[in-house]
């Protein structure tokens, strides 16, 4: 997560902290602090955080799933490449799980001649790991 984002939250932190000692004392300000530390911290990490998950039963990007056997081929997309895709190149169909403080994506292909979705985009730091672990699982056999 970008380092600017915790500049608007450390200003409201302080603000509250100053008012907290100006009305209320000493004591007052340490527990205001520990406690909105506590709350900014907590919530920008969970806000930038997702999770992907590469297990035998398929994908997982956050809450969504895409099952095993409808994973098509990966391939991972440079800074240029991921801009273009959700932009100009972008397919509205599209599932887009995007996290934009980052530059490299993961374009997932859909297998599914049934669902409308022809590909999912993903946002990660780690494109090639995440493309030889989808790939890797898409190419094992059903026993493995």
């Known amino acids: 997560m970008p380092g ?21 004392g000493v004591p007052a300000a340490w527990v205001t602090l520990a406690l909105c530390v506590t709350v900014v911290v907590v919530g920008l990490r969970r ?7 590469v297990d035998a ?14 994973l098509g081929p990966a391939a991972p997309l440079d800074a240029a490449q991921a801009r273009a895709l959700r932009g ?3 397919d509205a169909r599209a599932r887009l799980v995007l996290r934009g403080y980052i ?18 985009y993903v946002s990660t730091r ?3 790991a ?13 026993g493995s």
């Open 4 to 24: 600017v984002w915790w500049v608007t939250p450390i200003f409201f932190v302080l603000v509250f902290v100053a008012g907290a000692y100006r009305y209320l």
């Open 47 to 53: 806000y930038g955080q997702l999770e992907l998950i």
């Open 57 to 70: 039963d398929g994908f997982g990007a956050g809450p969504a799933r895409l099952a095993r056997s409808v």
């Open 88 to 90: 100009t190149r972008a």
């Open 103 to 120: 530059a490299t994506a993961v374009r997932v292909d859909v297998a599914d001649p049934t669902d409308p979705t022809p590909y999912w």
């Open 126 to 128: 780690h494109p090639h």
């Open 130 to 142: 995440l493309v030889t672990a989808l790939n890797e699982l898409r190419t094992r056999g059903p």
